[in-house]
């Protein structure tokens, strides 16, 4: 009988083995390939590479980082239960918590962490070359972006959806949850006006692209009616008629750019879009999430994620080349985009795409209350992240496929490389990357503008790469301005998203604070509460951007430059709350996972705040350029700049030393914790069993 047992046993482990070998040789394969890959990617050198190396090796570094580090978090650190019930089930409301489609939740979330950063961010730092850009949104993104996005939302999903702010104030004490909360809505308000004004600069005098935006509003509307009213849980015909509806959208909107009497219309100047924009961010915080947001932002990500497939097909199918050098001459710090070496700034300027503290905001904000099961989270927040990520290399890809010289004259200021064509177009030249007046001229026309020259802040040269590659490969170079126009539209589309789910997000964390008042401000299904928190939040944000619209060197625009470094000192504070919670998890062993990136963005950010306050280039340092401006002749734009720049170094100074008492305060829970002085207690809400059916999971 015993060695019949043992048989058996021995039996069942051998097909067990034999089971696991074409698993372990398709996976032995895919690393093989994406190491291959990476290592073309890396020592290349001399003649240009192909993009399709790029791809390769994102794609498999994606699937190797999803297959198995997000894996080893979710069973080793997380401990995924699919049988607790989500804030989504226990406290559903029909408003902010509604038990809602997998997919469309990861439609709303991908949509709401994917706005400018990864589209412009790695355009701007490809004046460092492809390398570095490429590397830090392969490793950040798989080691540290999904990883925070992850962790926040299961986090989240565990403390009744609360809020990161609220979470800090819990988990890290009540001074760093005070700190935290100040300096998160503080960096918060300047990021939805800068994402707000780049909607703006997007958008004014573009018919087509005002059109389609404005139309997936009533199309949002409708799929929400659709899927709660008319006809509930039909996810495949709501997503049939969103994708159906979109195409029309787009196609309406290059009609109505060609119809001087719709052109007239939808032409609108940028005081006018900005108040449209403001009305947009309130009804976008105070309606029901099912009837607006979910639905507009899953409809956003048919556009998003079916463009970018679209430029993936077309690169396997032209596999263009990188005409960028893997590295350029500008890794000292004096390129033309903007000054700076590439320790820490390129690591700023590419935030989103590689880590960005924007997502911790959306992945403890509206995400959490819809999740209906914890093993959900792995797909949405580290799923999502990563095909933000592929979206950075998309850009990357764009960036550097066309020609160096044409990059920088898109790219540069005029008071870096002259003010004329013919000086801009010398200038570079003299570089080592050659480009004509004439050629800069014939492109302009290609695509429908009259100049391309000094086209900063990375949108428009991502433009110009994403038409070159589409007109390639879908109608040539007669259809180049319809794919250009079509860029434009949907870098607006891109961003708008992340204004309508921050915005949400923000009057979460106001309610979270306000309830601490007085108890009904705090409950997110009271009107009065949200109609004035949302109100408030679209005030502080809509001031900045009335200002920046009509004073080009106030509101928003004084702020612009705090960014990127204000981006990733939230990610900072998001990192610091992590490492609190995996410690008094008992699971310190692993604490490496969230503490290593939370060193390196520490390393990163106060070096970089350090340069932009005190650097002697005044290209760099906001003080110098003050003193710069200050010795020279006196006017009132001068004066304002003056102000600006010291304002950016005392703000960047402030952000600054609360993110390192956030830091000094974990710290001091980890000590506490780790010497027996303090009993690890999380805040998790009790564990209730879930209701839902398995096939709703």
Not at 187 to 192: Q, Y
Not at 324 to 334: C, E, I, Y
Not at 552 to 566: C, V
Not at 667 to 673: D, N
Request: with cysteine; glycine share 8%.
């Amino acid at each position: 009988m015993k060695l019949g047992t043992n048989l058996e046993t021995k039996t069942r482990q051998l097909e067990t083995e034999t089971s696991k070998t074409p698993s372990i040789l398709t996976w032995g394969a895919v690393a093989l390939l994406g190491a291959g890959a990476v290592a073309v990617v890396a020592v290349h050198r001399g003649e240009p590479i192909n993009a399709l190396w790029l791809v390769v090796a994102a794609a498999c570094c994606y699937a190797l980082g999803y297959r198995f580090y997000s894996k080893f978090i979710a069973a080793k650190i997380l401990a995924l239960d699919a049988l607790r019930a989500t804030p989504a089930e226990r406290l559903e409301n029909g408003r902010d918590f509604l038990v809602t489609n997998k997919w469309v939740v990861f439609g709303h979330h991908f949509a709401a962490i994917a706005g400018p950063g990864p589209l412009v961010g790695p355009v701007l730092a490809a004046q460092f070359g492809y390398l570095p850009g490429t590397l830090w949104v392969l490793a950040g993104a798989i080691f540290a972006g999904c990883v925070q996005d992850f962790v926040i939302l299961l986090f989240s999903v565990r403390r009744d959806g609360k809020s990161l702010t609220e979470m800090a104030k819990e988990e890290i004490g009540r001074v760093g949850g005070l700190v935290a909360y100040t300096a998160v809505i503080a960096i918060l308000v300047i990021l939805l006006g800068v994402a707000a004004l780049i909607v703006v600069n997007a958008l004014k005098d573009s018919p087509w692209g005002t059109f389609t935006i404005a139309m997936t509003i009533p199309i949002a509307l409708l799929m929400g009616l659709y899927l709660r009213r008319i006809r509930p849980g039909k996810v495949l015909e709501v997503s049939a008629l969103g994708f159906v509806l979109v195409l029309l959208a787009i196609w309406g909107g290059q009609w109505a750019s060609q119809n001087p009497a719709m052109a007239s219309v939808f032409s609108l100047r940028a005081p006018a879009l900005a108040i449209l924009i403001i009305v947009y961010g309130f009804a976008a915080s105070a309606l029901p999430v099912w009837l607006l947001l979910a639905p507009r932002d899953y409809l956003s990500t048919f556009v998003k994620l079916g463009t970018i497939a679209l430029l993936a097909v077309g690169i396997v199918a032209l596999h263009p080349t990188l005409h960028m050098p893997a590295l350029t001459r500008f890794v000292d710090g004096s390129g033309p985009v903007f000054a700076g070496k590439i320790f820490p700034f390129a690591f700023i300027t590419i935030a989103c795409g590689a880590i960005s503290g924007f997502h911790a905001l959306i992945s403890s904000g509206t995400t959490p209350k819809l999740i209906a099961r914890e093993t959900q989270t792995r797909m949405v927040g580290y799923g999502a992240m990563m095909a933000e990520s592929a979206v950075a290399v998309m850009a990357v890809i764009a960036a550097c496929v066309l020609q160096p010289g044409v990059y920088f004259a898109i790219n540069s200021p005029a008071g870096i490389v002259g003010q004329t064509a013919v000086a801009a177009t010398a200038t570079i030249s003299s570089w080592g990357f050659p480009v004509s007046a004439s050629e800069m001229q014939t492109l302009a026309q290609a695509v429908g503008e009259q100049t391309l020259l000094n086209r900063t802040g990375g949108a428009p040269a991502f433009a110009v790469g994403m038409a070159h590659i589409f007109s390639q490969s879908l109608g040539g170079a007669a259809v180049m301005a319809l794919w250009y126009h079509f860029a434009v539209m949907f870098e607006a589309l891109f961003i708008l998203t992340v204004l309508d789910a921050g915005t949400r997000v923000a009057r979460f964390m106001i309610q979270d604070a306000l309830g601490h008042v007085y108890k009904p401000l705090g409950r997110t299904s009271w009107y009065p509460s949200i109609l004035g928190t949302s109100a408030l939040i679209v005030g502080a944000w809509g001031f900045f951007l009335w200002q920046g619209v009509k004073d080009p060197l106030g509101g928003i625009n004084s702020l612009w430059p705090l960014f990127g470094i204000a981006n990733q000192l939230l990610a900072t504070v998001a990192l610091c709350l992590a490492t609190t919670i995996i410690i008094k998890m008992h699971r310190t062993r692993y604490a490496a996972v969230t503490l290593v990136p939370l060193a390196w963005l520490v390393a990163v950010t106060f070096t970089a705040s350090w340069h932009k306050i005190f650097d002697p280039n005044p290209r760099v340092g906001f003080l110098a350029q003050a003193r710069v401006l200050a010795a020279g002749p006196a006017t009132n734009a001068t004066a304002r700049l003056i102000f600006n720049n010291r304002l950016d170094a005392a703000v960047t100074a402030i952000l600054v030393v609360m993110v390192a008492l956030v830091l000094i305060e974990s710290v001091r829970q980890w000590i506490a914790v780790l010497s027996g002085r303090e009993e690890p207690r999380v805040k998790e809400s009790p564990f209730v069993m879930t209701r839902l059916a398995e096939e709703k999971g």
